[in-house]
């Protein structure tokens, strides 16, 4: 809080944070430390995880007060008005973003200098680099050019690692969490395929930067990591956009995720916005998904939500978004990819689970099944298993199987101007 002359201005949590670590730093407690120490007592491994840029920041209402004097005094190394329209709403508001511009030599330099001090000062058994928080590198058109300048960056980290694992005679995990595919990865400028080639992570969890997705391209990271030593983790994080929040969703993913090849699982923002209010306990469901996750027995016998996951920016697929919302013209089909985590063959034969229902929500309330024809895994599904609710249409028993599953819909309207699509 340095360098905050008015503090009345400052959001009343930003004021208590400040005064909270002003406190610990005057008692000569390093929070940090403090928190090592605490996490070796449970006999956990302690590990250090940085976001590579942070766009709350943008937000100048709320958290303004968190940017730092070296951005106020650098403007250069920010990318500042050059940023991706429609994602950054902040940003929008005030023209202007104080994330990080990788593409500068000397913002490359802080940072590596930021990571090595912390290596060197803590003890910690691990270190992650978070590039999903914010998820944006480069000034918009400069991605692809920055690639290269990204990956030396991180290969600069990798040494640091490696020769501070060596210092103190024991192994470090260097992790990153990246966003869930190659190509959303390239896009910021990140050429993770060539991280994990030329061996220099040991963890990467490709994930949405904010919500629940069960649907990541994790196939084509553990492709990649296949004949090296590189883990890939399945991400899971409890908020979903659309979808309100049920514990059967969290079980689900950690299912979905485990069946596309994830070696082990990766919880984020578990603590932040889980209930109304941040300092209610944990609901028993919360504690047992905690205790239980890391059993796929366990896991197998839960209740649990699958579905198609729908993008936080409300972006179509066509403008760069999720599968879902997806618009459907008339005469036109659609395919959705939904991934299932369970055995349900198996689970069939031995008179394990009670059943199966296929849940779609359509925006009109009009259509009919002599115009919508729907199918799941090339299978129709006919008036026999279906209901419609005014917009929600349940099909109960669907013919879902292990693994990714096709859903397809089809508009059979006629096309004219008074058409409107699905």
Not at 135 to 148: C, D, L, N
Not at 188 to 200: E, M, P
Request: glycine letters at 8%.
């Amino acid at each position: 809080g340095k360098s905050i002359t008015d503090w009345e201005g400052v959001h009343p949590r930003l004021r208590t944070q400040a005064e909270n670590l002003k406190s610990l730093v005057e008692r000569g407690i390093d929070p940090v430390e403090a928190i090592a120490k605490r996490t070796r007592q449970l006999g956990m491994q302690f590990w250090l995880s940085m976001r590579m840029n942070e766009q709350h920041e943008d937000d100048l209402d709320r958290f303004g007060a968190k940017i730092t004097q070296c951005k106020r005094e650098n403007p250069k190394l920010l990318i500042g008005p050059d940023f991706h329209r429609g994602i950054l709403a902040k940003a929008e508001k005030y023209g202007y973003s104080y994330t990080w511009n990788y593409a500068e030599p000397k913002t490359r330099q802080h940072l590596l200098a930021v990571l090595v001090e912390i290596l060197t000062r803590y003890d910690a058994d691990g270190l992650e680099l978070d590039f999903c928080r914010g998820p944006f590198y480069f000034k918009k058109g400069e991605e692809t050019e920055g690639m290269a300048l990204m990956t030396d960056f991180v290969r600069q980290v990798h040494v640091n690692v490696v020769q501070t694992a060596k210092e103190k005679g024991r192994p470090m995990v260097f992790a990153v969490r990246v966003p869930p595919s190659f190509e959303r990865c390239r896009r910021l400028g990140l050429d993770v395929s060539a991280w994990i080639k030329d061996g220099l992570v040991d963890l990467v969890t490709p994930m949405d930067p904010g919500y629940l997705d069960m649907q990541p391209a994790l196939a084509e990271f553990v492709e990649a990591a296949r004949g090296t030593d590189v883990i890939v983790a399945g991400g899971l994080e409890p908020n979903t956009w659309g979808y309100g929040k049920k514990i059967a969703q969290m079980f689900a993913g950690a299912s979905a995720l485990r069946q596309q090849g994830a070696r082990t699982l990766y919880l984020f923002n578990l603590d932040c916005h889980r209930q109304m209010r941040r300092t209610n306990s944990y609901t028993t469901d919360e504690i047992r998904f905690l205790k239980t996750a890391a059993d796929a027995e366990q896991v197998a016998r839960e209740d649990k939500h699958y579905f198609v996951t729908r993008e936080m920016y409300n972006r179509t697929p066509e403008q760069g978004g999720e599968q879902l919302p997806a618009v459907i013209p008339p005469g036109k089909t659609r395919e959705f990819e939904l991934v299932v985590g369970d055995d349900l063959d198996g689970a069939r034969e031995g008179d394990q689970f009670k059943s199966v229902r296929l849940t779609i929500a359509f925006d009109r309330s009009d259509l009919t099944p002599d115009t919508v024809r729907v199918a799941l895994g090339g299978k129709p599904l006919d008036a026999e298993h279906r209901q419609i609710h005014g917009k929600t249409w349940t099909f109960d028993h669907p013919p879902a199987q292990q693994g990714s599953n096709t859903l397809t819909i089809h508009n059979g309207e006629q096309a004219s101007a008074a058409d409107s699509p699905l």
